[in-house]
């Protein structure tokens, strides 16, 4: 069982910086094995992918936060990240960390939100 906790979400103007991170623990867990996601669900839509990181690094984002948005990841701490560049209004979202691997494992965190106002 894997748990994720996101921590980072907060209130920035337009233009403005964050880091999101997602730290993940657990019994019996590896997390370098993990393809690990951002996702974002803003009032009244639907949750949608963000960003992705696979196992062997390889990437991928939603067109709209390209060349603003990057995710890494720190596999001796267990971590992934989302740094966020350039926020605009249309961001505001609640941020949730997913985990995903080959066993069939699809973990969540609870979310943490960001608010992109002046």
């Known amino acids: 069982q894997v748990q994720l906790v996101e921590s980072g979400g907060d209130l920035v103007q337009p233009g403005g910086s964050l880091r999101l991170a997602c730290a993940a623990s657990?019994?019996?867990?590896?997390?370098?094995?993990?393809?690990m996601g951002w996702y974002r669900q803003a009032p009244g839509k639907q949750r949608e992918l963000v960003a992705i990181?696979?196992?062997?690094?390889?990437?991928e984002y939603q067109d709209s936060v390209k060349g603003r948005f990057a995710i890494s990841r720190d596999n001796g701490k267990s971590t992934v990240f989302l740094q966020m560049s350039s926020l605009k209004p249309e961001d505001t979202a609640v941020y949730y960390c997913n985990a995903r691997a080959r066993d069939g494992l699809d973990a969540w965190g609870k979310g943490t939100p960001v608010t992109v106002s002046s």
């Open positions: 657990g019994s019996s867990f590896s997390f370098r094995l993990y393809t």
């Open positions: 990181m696979d196992p062997g690094h390889v990437t």
